[in-house]
């Protein structure tokens, strides 16, 4: 029995070893070492360099206004040779104070770290509205361009005109999200607008 335990310590020692060792490489996969935002004429320019040990990167760019709730713009993968290159991409349809995030890790979502930075981009000139999901199911998100600060009335109705909801919301100059229920609608076409004093915009979305 002796000369049993003996032969098993050394193994499993080195499993132990082995663990770790894999655990601090899956910390270290990728590091940021730059991410910056810049204005380049009406548009806003990222800028970012990472140290990458693993043989293809997947790198996610996700854009918010109110530096909470975000959503993807854009995606790619590059592999270890093209990651000791900086990284560079341009968005043409920033407004207002804008926030951005890239996540980074492995082709398959894992060892994932991310970085933040916030700018301002062009001005804003007109009052716009955009629905997030054009289809959806219980939550309408949409975004609100607004020259300056005050109070909107936003209206739900079907396409032949028939008033489903109305609400009253404050808003900010800027750009700014806005999430609504629409779980107590029945599925079909509907015409999301905002009234600004005298102004109306609206947009079309789907309720599936």
């Avoid at 975000?70 to 290159?85: E, G, M, N, P, S």
């Avoid at 219980?138 to 032949?160: D, F, Q």
Wanted: net charge positive; hydrophobic share 45%.
């Amino acid at each position: 029995m002796k000369q049993l335990f003996s032969f098993f310590l050394p193994v499993i020692l080195l499993a132990s070893s082995v663990s770790a060792q894999a655990e601090s490489d899956a910390s270290a996969t990728i590091r940021f070492k730059t991410f910056t935002a810049s204005k380049q004429m009406e548009d806003v320019k990222l800028n970012w360099s990472v140290a990458c040990n693993i043989q293809f990167a997947l790198f996610e760019i996700l854009r918010s206004h109110d530096g909470t709730n975000y959503i993807t713009i854009h995606t790619f993968k590059a592999d270890q040779l093209r990651c000791a290159r900086p990284f560079n991409f341009i968005d043409k349809t920033a407004a207002g104070q804008v926030f951005y995030k890239i996540k980074t890790g492995d082709i398959d979502g894992r060892y994932s770290v991310e970085k933040t930075v916030s700018i301002f981009g062009k001005e804003i000139t007109a009052n716009s509205i955009k629905v997030i999901a054009p289809v959806l199911k219980n939550n309408l998100r949409c975004i609100i361009s607004a020259k300056e600060t005050g109070k909107a009335t936003l209206l739900i109705s079907a396409t032949e005109g028939v008033l489903r909801k109305q609400m009253s919301v404050a808003f900010m100059k800027g750009v700014g999200q806005l999430e609504i229920s629409v779980a107590d609608l029945r599925g079909g076409v509907y015409v999301l607008s905002y009234v600004i004093k005298d102004e109306k915009k609206s947009v079309r979305f789907i309720k599936s």
